[in-house]
């Protein structure tokens, strides 16, 4: 059930189509351990497995609920695969998301990362949410103010383990243009300052063309797809450590050597994770040995993969590597962006 295809066993998994049932699963497993799992494609599950229950959100209607002369609210499902979203409001000409196409997951889980994209992100354009409280068994909606959205982060991604996201309503343009502002989207599509955005269409494909050839839109037949996608989020630092990266690559490697940095505020700047890695002497493709069924994509260095076979404590291994030998390479620490699953069951009795 999770996109790295690592982990045990889940115990029992309870498939939920609205705020009924995710009451009766909690009353059904009282008193044991539960935890939600959507897409699977943020987590990472432990090899001892999942203890008690998993609730895996199930529902994945999408509807327009209302709509003025310029924008449409959409309310989609938890269950719904989000990029099949995407592909349903850009096909209508709603602009908002579009540069979030391809993203692996489904859409409930979309406001818990503010999970964002090519110069977007989800809080951009939601509206509100509704979140089912597991401690009261009531279900309320919560508001972008309620959400408290911040880099890959909300308050229902603090609050792990007390919510369940059973729906999610956008506010989207109609006949909106495409956010096309982004380097590398902006060079992919060649177009001239000042010059006419493309389609929402057109700018949907190009998103998917560069993700796929990053390895990062999900395809059984792409062995560096079987991926979290971006395993470490870019990390905001303060701009004088960021200069002492920098001088140190500088010194012990090319003393030309420029790092891409974007300005965060309040003295702060965002690097490049997957730049950080490539220049700290890990370069796509790499592995700890011939035979290690863990390693970089040989697409993108951000994503670490599953090269069959693996086990979660081995990606996790690994993982520790990667952020040893940046931090040894930089001084700047890596924090990993999928969440690692902490209920477990013993595994199987011998015979």
Not at 16 to 31: F, Y
Not at 84 to 90: E, K, P, R
Not at 280 to 291: A, E, F, Q, T
Request: aromatic share 6%.
């Amino acid at each position: 059930m999770t996109t790295l295809g690592v982990g045990g066993l889940a115990q029992v998994v309870a498939h939920i189509h609205g705020e009924a049932d995710a009451r009766q699963a909690l009353a059904d497993a009282a008193g044991q351990p539960w935890c939600v799992l959507g897409g699977g494609s943020n987590v990472i599950a432990p090899d001892e497995g999942i203890a008690g229950w998993i609730l895996h959100p199930a529902a994945t209607a999408l509807s327009v609920v209302r709509r003025d002369s310029a924008h449409v609210w959409v309310r989609a499902d938890a269950g719904l695969p989000w990029d099949d979203l995407v592909a349903a409001v850009v096909a209508e000409g709603w602009a908002g998301v579009t540069c979030l196409s391809g993203i692996p997951g489904s859409v409930g889980a979309a406001p818990i990362q503010n999970i964002g994209a090519y110069g977007q992100q989800i809080a951009d354009c939601f509206a509100s949410a509704e979140v089912f409280d597991c401690a009261s068994g009531t279900a309320r909606t919560w508001t972008p103010a309620d959400c408290a959205f911040a880099y890959r982060d909300s308050a229902l991604k603090r609050a792990a383990g007390q919510f369940l996201v059973l729906s999610v309503t956008l506010r989207l343009a109609i006949g909106g243009q495409a956010t096309v502002r982004y380097g590398e989207l902006q060079r992919h599509l060649q177009v001239p300052q000042g010059g006419q955005l493309p389609s929402l269409p057109v700018v949907r494909e190009a998103v998917l063309t560069i993700r796929r050839k990053k390895g990062m839109v999900i395809d059984p037949a792409d062995p560096d797809s079987r991926s979290a996608g971006s395993f470490f989020m870019n990390p905001v630092v303060p701009i004088a450590a960021a200069d002492t990266a920098l001088a140190r690559l500088q010194s012990s490697a090319d003393s030309t050597l420029a790092m891409p940095r974007y300005g965060a505020g309040d003295g702060q700047c965002k690097l490049s994770a997957a730049w950080l890695i490539d220049h700290s002497g890990m370069k796509p493709g790499y592995r700890l040995g011939d035979d290690a069924r863990v390693g970089l994509s040989s697409k993108h260095t951000l994503a670490l993969i599953n090269r069959g076979g693996a086990t979660a404590a081995e990606l996790l291994a690994f993982a520790g590597h990667i952020q040893a030998r940046v931090a040894g390479a930089t001084g700047i620490d890596l924090h990993r962006e999928p969440v690692l699953l902490k209920s477990r069951i013993p595994g199987p009795k011998a015979g």
